[in-house]
């Protein structure tokens, strides 16, 4: 059998990626990333290959590729860890793993965000968070900070389900553990009065007296009108879906 012939066999750098950017801006993903792909193996030194994987990261996060694209941004980062272009990479990372494919369903499924895997948003938050630190007038940083205030509040609200889920089971212990990690790591968060309302249902299961009441006396303090001590844990907690958001 004839092997297939590559047609842009002797092709420069340049026309390579000319070729592809014109694949790009046509929408057709798939003869973008050979394009790119050529430049990178092809002529791996040089402005265009480190375009090419600049790219490559792009085109693959719009053809719901996220680990190509990924794989993409870190084969950046380790050879050009000064590019100009670094803010970019950072944010576009940010943006992968920002809303997991399963938040597509959001609206149908009625989940809330901070009920799925925090793994993904913990590396959005890192990716974000580097970006605003290194490169605050960044073009992309206004964004990232936005994404960021998301963020925060999601993953404080998915350990305060994980504390309830301890809780409901009678591992309180590990119900304050949970809980506590909202009021020290995610401070001023909203779900941070529902935290302190689970530190002091658990240190009263634990028969824990002293402990109960501090949990109480922050609680009072900072929230004098709360109705958790009314409603329990049947009180609504205040969602945001990023779908809507952004």
Do not use: C
Request: aromatic share 14%.
């Amino acid at each position: 059998m004839k092997a297939e012939q590559d047609v842009t066999a002797g092709w420069s750098a340049e026309r390579l990626y000319q070729d592809a950017r014109t694949e790009i801006a046509a929408g057709n993903w798939k003869d973008a990333r050979t394009r790119l792909e050529a430049v990178e193996a092809r002529y791996p030194f040089g402005g265009y290959a480190q375009q090419s994987l600049i790219d490559q990261a792009y085109i693959n996060w719009k053809d719901e590729e996220p680990e190509q694209a990924l794989a993409a941004i870190d084969r950046f980062q380790q050879q050009y860890p000064n590019h100009a272009g670094t803010d970019y990479m950072l944010y576009l990372k940010g943006l992968i793993t920002f809303t997991p494919p399963s938040a597509s369903f959001t609206k149908v499924t009625r989940q809330d965000p901070s009920e799925r895997d925090p793994k993904g948003l913990r590396e959005s938050y890192e990716s974000f968070n580097e970006l605003i630190s290194r490169y605050p007038d960044s073009r992309y940083t206004t964004d990232a900070k936005k994404r960021v205030t998301w963020l925060v509040d999601t993953i404080a609200r998915n350990e305060v389900h994980v504390a309830e889920y301890y809780y409901n089971r009678g591992a309180y212990v590990a119900a304050v553990n949970r809980a506590q990690t909202v009021i020290t790591d995610f401070q001023g968060v909203p779900v941070a009065e529902r935290a302190l309302y689970l530190i002091y249902l658990s240190y009263d299961k634990l028969g824990m007296t002293d402990l109960r009441d501090d949990a109480k006396r922050v609680l009072d303090q900072n929230y004098p009108d709360t109705k958790y001590y009314e409603n329990g844990l049947t009180e609504s907690v205040n969602n945001w879906n990023p779908i809507n958001w952004f």
